[in-house]
């Protein structure tokens, strides 16, 4: 029984008996409604027009929905022309009116279809959630569309009828089969996860946070590219130098200084005056590089509690012999230019390295569009997420080799499975709004630290940007990506985020699948989902496929194996799609409704507390305020 204050609060919003009974019985019937088709997405790494397109098409849950409702009706080729007009309505319109395609007759056909299409989708959803979906200016027209049943009378029918005919004589055709569209992609899929990475490789992780916050209902867990980016964002110098550095060696430099205004002149300016351009670095990668390192092993040095210091290379340079010494032995370096070293403080920046870093920070903390895409990822995302009996997180929960949960000593605290990614959660927060050091510093650690959560393996960037042996380049994997393969671990991660092992499913992302070795997506009896997107076009030889997607919805989970996605001209042109291979490989002995989701827990508890508040006006404990608005 809630307390009376909490009633009292309650009551402002349903002042009285028959407004709190309305409500009990809108949200019993709501329980009674299918669940939401969810779609969960990893890894994108920038890739912003494959993105786009898996959202447009939502993994072929359109082509599905069309197929379903026109299989009798309409070619193959028909069917294809009108996804491609979902997918992209002002772009294939263009089109089709150059082809002399488009004509009244098209438009009254296509606007009944496309209404045909999005009274299926709609039956899963309230007519109230339907209609908030739809255009402010158009949504009476279109719900009164939506809503028509096949059985009504002629005069019925003359007047939905009549409706069409005025909308193609008034010219707004156009604006009702874009609305339409962007109605049916809505209602196709009820929410999106996406498992990390939204930056990396791709030049355009810009324009995907774009579309992220126009989406109508998502939630981000934070990637190692995610977090580096959040660190820099925060004030972390080595979270900056990493970025920097990655966007040179992926020659992905235009994110920084087009989409954030982020000018590497000063960087590039030093660079060039520094450092010689006669072997295989460039002089603007040796500059952040050292940098880079430098201020990794400061970091390094205010964190003993890391056990790190094996990665302290750079004091291991000998620029005269053009070697590292490691572990008794000599490695060849690419690179023996190293003009800002000195020895006898191998990890002290320059005057000029100092001032160069701090106008770069300054220029991150200033840029209004990269400030408020960061903010975006901490509003919508988190560390990790327990969602619908599933378990969501990028990378891995740190192991020791038998199984156990490998405990890390942050600032004298030894922490393991889900307090550790409590932890991590709440020092990510704290870089944010605290720009503390230790924060900061974490923010690094989050993003290549050994055992990051984030990250699950060695990180090895020294090795890979200076050593010639590539054998050295090789990054050890955490435990759990081998243990995970056996479903009694799987188990026992589920149960220390509190899910019932028997129902619940970890889901991640961050390794590319191998499908052309015979790896597979869904693991250890299918409590693993490993959905590593495979956007980025270049994992695509190794991987044999351009990556997985996962669907959950009422009748099951089944996972997409997508082929390499063309280009949006290939859509248009020629009605091309991303084909997919689909594996259900969970039924539901029912179809799920909302009542068995986190969503249906919560309106369970609503119920009870609107029941408690009938109650009280029943027996007088609480006066009803009859002249109040509910």
């Known amino acids: 029984m809630p307390d009376r204050k909490y009633l009292e609060l309650l009551s402002e919003k349903f002042p009285t008996a028959q407004s709190a009974y309305t409500e009990i019985i809108n949200l019993e019937a709501i329980l009674n409604l299918p669940k939401g088709t969810e779609h969960f997405v990893s890894d994108v790494h920038g890739e912003y027009d494959a993105f786009k397109h898996i959202l447009n098409n939502c993994s072929g849950v359109i082509r599905e929905r069309v197929q379903a409702t026109f299989r009798f009706e309409l070619t193959h080729d028909e069917q294809a022309d009108l996804c491609t007009l979902i997918y992209y309505p002002h772009r294939k319109l263009r089109r089709l009116k150059a082809s002399g395609v488009v004509s009244a007759e098209w438009y009254a056909i296509t606007l009944m279809r496309l209404v045909r299409l999005a009274r299926y989708l709609s039956d899963s959803y309230t007519r109230s959630k339907v209609r908030k979906a739809m255009p402010v200016e158009y949504a009476y027209i279109i719900d009164e569309l939506l809503h028509a049943a096949p059985g009504e009378g002629e005069q019925r029918q003359r007047y939905h009828q009549r409706i069409i005919d005025t909308i193609v004589d008034t010219g707004s055709a156009d604006d009702f089969i874009v609305s339409l569209a962007s109605l049916i992609k809505r209602l196709a899929v009820d929410h999106l ?35 580096v980016w959040m660190g820099a964002a925060a004030g972390s110098a080595t979270c900056l130098a990493a970025v920097i550095r990655n966007n040179i060696r992926y020659d992905s430099l235009k994110i920084l200084e087009s989409a954030y205004g982020v000018s590497l002149r000063e960087l590039a300016l030093f660079a060039e005056a520094t450092y010689a351009a006669d072997d295989a670095m460039t002089p603007l990668e040796k ?21 790190m210091e094996d990665r302290l290379l750079l004091g291991h340079v000998d620029p005269a012999r053009g070697v590292c010494a490691v572990g008794g032995r000599e490695y060849e370096l690419v690179s023996s230019d190293f003009p800002t070293l000195d020895p006898s403080d191998p ?7 100092i001032r160069v870093m701090d106008n770069l920070l300054e220029a991150v903390r200033t840029s209004y569009k990269l400030q408020a895409h960061v903010n975006f990822l901490y509003e919508r995302g988190s560390a990790y997420l327990v969602h619908n009996d599933d378990v969501l997180f990028h990378a891995c929960v740190p192991m020791n080799e038998d199984g156990t949960f490998h405990p890390v000593n942050h600032q004298g605290q030894l922490l393991a499975g889900k307090a550790y990614y409590d932890y991590a959660d709440r020092l990510a927060r704290r870089a944010w709004h605290e720009h503390d050091e230790i924060s900061l510093d974490w923010m690094w650690y989050l993003w290549c630290g050994r055992y990051s959560p984030l990250s699950g393996r060695v990180v090895k960037t020294f090795e890979r940007t200076y050593f010639k042996d590539r054998s050295t380049w090789a990054e050890p994997r955490d435990p759990y990506y081998a243990l995970t393969d056996n479903p009694e671990v799987c ?25 052309s ?15 590593d997107g495979g956007f980025c076009q270049a994992y695509h030889k190794t991987t044999g496929i351009a990556g997985y997607t996962l669907i959950s919805d009422p009748h099951g989970m089944r996972i997409k194996a997508h082929r ?21 490989f969970e039924v539901n002995p029912r179809p799920l409704t909302i009542n068995d989701t986190d969503t249906g827990a919560d309106i369970r508890e609503q119920i009870s507390d609107l029941r408690a508040l009938l109650d009280g006006y029943r027996t007088g404990e609480l006066p009803e305020h009859a002249g109040a608005r509910a």
């Open 564 to 584: 390499p996605f063309g280009s949006i001209a290939d859509v248009l042109d020629l009605n091309t799609d991303i084909m997919s291979d689909d594996d259900r």
């Open 287 to 307: 500059a952040i590089s050292v940098i880079l390192f430098k201020l990794e092993g400061q970091t390094i040095a205010r964190h003993p509690n890391w056990h």
């Open 517 to 531: 070795e015979g790896e597979k997506a869904v693991r250890a009896g299918g409590h693993l989902i490993v959905i």
């Open 491 to 515: 188990r026992r991660i589920l149960e220390e985020f509190g899910v019932n092992p028997d129902r619940g499913h970890i889901i991640n992302g961050h390794t590319p699948v191998h499908a």
């Open 347 to 353: 990890y002290a920046l320059s005057e000029d390295e």
């Open 193 to 227: 996860h996406l498992v990390g990475d939204v930056f990396d490789r791709g030049a355009h992780a810009d324009k995907i946070l774009d579309r992220l916050m126009e989406y109508h209902s998502v939630d981000l867990q934070w990637g190692n590219h995610d977090i």
